[in-house]
């Protein structure tokens, strides 16, 4: 099966990276998105983001217009149907991807692909909940997706070579690079980076910095390009808390015990970047 028709699902800050990466790459895209007000924030995301890259140089006007023309957002469930692969991008949330994963065994082709773009939940616990295990897949990409090069590609239990092989197929033509790691909670990615960033928390918590000063410490200190502050606030505080959860129901040690100051910010509503405020505040 060649994959030519895409289905990007959630149109977050991820789902909207997602989409436009694969409509530049050529492919007919969906995105999908329950909630009206993000489907259009995700594709005037998209649209700027485009504009931009033909302002530096990067695209032409002609390929802005043919990746816009292949993108075709909708609140429709039922057009996955259509495609060969869909990619999951919604909430960090179990329950509610399970219940998605579910419905689309449903609509979907027998040939279909599910990835999920999780970032610590078990590929094998989500395909569990399907007929077809062995076509679902783990396709996490990295934030901002149009602009870093790694995609881990996580195998469930059941995943198929087949689908393995495809999946890597897809993450070339997308120009980036397919790492394959095996599923456990966190992968290799967010069980070594999540730590770091909740350690960070614990150390404002615990007032032995201001977050600038921790953020400047592993920048000027350790060479990191963005201090583990400004990262957490750019994932989203809630993805990060969901994350250290994962980590901690999946190891059950003490050192992923994620730290009461992350739990506070998220139950204010202040989920960084997106929200406007988390450890900084956003215009
Ligand atoms: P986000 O909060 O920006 O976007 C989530 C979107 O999903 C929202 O637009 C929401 O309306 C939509 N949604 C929720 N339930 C839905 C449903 N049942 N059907 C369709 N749409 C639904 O979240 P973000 O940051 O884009 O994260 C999405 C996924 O990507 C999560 O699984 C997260 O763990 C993962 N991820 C996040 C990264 C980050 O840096 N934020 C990096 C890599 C993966």
Redo the contacts with the bound molecule.
């Keep these: 099966m060649t994959i030519e028709q895409v289905m990007v699902?959630?149109?977050?800050?991820?789902?909207?990276?997602i989409a436009q990466v694969c409509a530049v790459a050529g492919y007919s895209v969906f995105l999908?998105?329950?909630?009206q007000e993000?489907?259009d924030?995700?594709y005037q995301r998209i649209e700027g983001n485009l504009k931009k890259q033909v302002d530096k140089g990067r695209l032409t006007l002609e390929q802005m217009e043919g990746a816009l023309n292949k993108l075709i957002p909708t609140c429709r469930?039922d057009v996955a149907g259509e495609v060969d692969l869909v990619i999951?991008?919604?909430?960090?949330?179990m329950v509610?991807?399970k219940?998605?994963f579910k419905e689309l065994e449903r609509v979907v082709k027998p040939s279909t692909i599910l990835a999920?773009?999780?970032?610590?939940?078990p590929i094998t616990e989500i395909a569990a909940v399907t007929d077809n295990p062995e076509r679902v897949i783990g396709m996490?990409?990295?934030?901002p997706v149009p602009v870093m090069k790694l995609v881990e590609i996580i195998r469930g239990l059941a995943t198929s070579d087949e689908v393995f092989s495809q999946v890597e197929e897809v993450t070339k033509r997308l120009g980036k690079v397919a790492v394959e790691v095996n599923d456990f909670p966190g992968f290799v990615s967010n069980r070594i980076l999540m730590p770091m960033i909740n350690e960070a928390i614990f150390t404002v918590y615990e007032g032995v910095a201001t977050p600038r000063a921790v953020d400047e410490v592993m920048m000027l200190g350790m060479n990191h390009p963005m201090g583990p502050l400004t990262l957490a606030d750019?994932?989203?505080l809630?993805?990060c808390l969901?994350?250290m959860e994962t980590l901690h129901d999946g190891f059950g040690d003490d050192k992923y015990r994620p730290c009461p100051l992350l739990r506070k910010y998220v139950s204010a509503g202040w989920?960084g970047k997106?929200s406007g405020r988390g450890f900084y505040q956003y215009d």
Aim: glycine letters at 12%; zero cysteines.
């Design positions: 699902i959630g149109a977050g800050q991820m789902g909207a990276g999908h998105d329950t909630n993000s489907l924030r995700g469930l999951e991008a919604i909430i960090e949330n509610v991807k219940e998605l999920s773009n999780t970032s610590s939940l996490h990409f990295m934030n750019f994932i989203g809630d993805t969901s994350i989920l997106k």
